[in-house]
């Protein structure tokens, strides 16, 4: 659950992340990663979580669309999302900030 909140607060703002992005990072699938952000997301930029698609369920868009707004992140003519090919974090830069951020983690 940490290594899914850890690298979702990773994603810059403006930006967007599908889940299997953030499962991949982080060893996971991306319905775990679905369920962890439905059940400990709401202290991470939950919003920049999205569907490969850019698409997020109408309940959670309209709560997403003032953080969307406040980022520069655009609605999609179809309402449903934002476009993940123009939104999308680079991977390459979100792993990176992911494994420092975990680097950074006190160990055991």
């Not at 939950?46 to 655009?74: C, F, K, M, Q, Y």
Request: one cysteine or more; aromatic letters at 6%.
């Amino acid at each position: 659950m940490e290594r899914v909140l850890l690298a979702v607060e990773q994603i810059p703002a403006g930006r967007v992340a599908a889940y299997g992005v953030i499962a991949r990072l982080v060893g996971a699938g991306p319905r775990q990663v679905g369920r962890i952000m439905r059940e400990y997301g709401a202290f991470v930029p939950w919003w920049r979580v999205t569907s490969a698609a850019g698409d997020l369920p109408p309940t959670l868009l309209a709560n997403a669309r003032p953080h969307w707004d406040a980022e520069g992140i655009a609605v999609k003519p179809n309402g449903r999302g934002c476009s993940y090919a123009h939104h999308a974090v680079d991977e390459n830069e979100l792993v990176a900030a992911v494994h420092a951020a975990l680097a950074a983690l006190p160990s055991d």
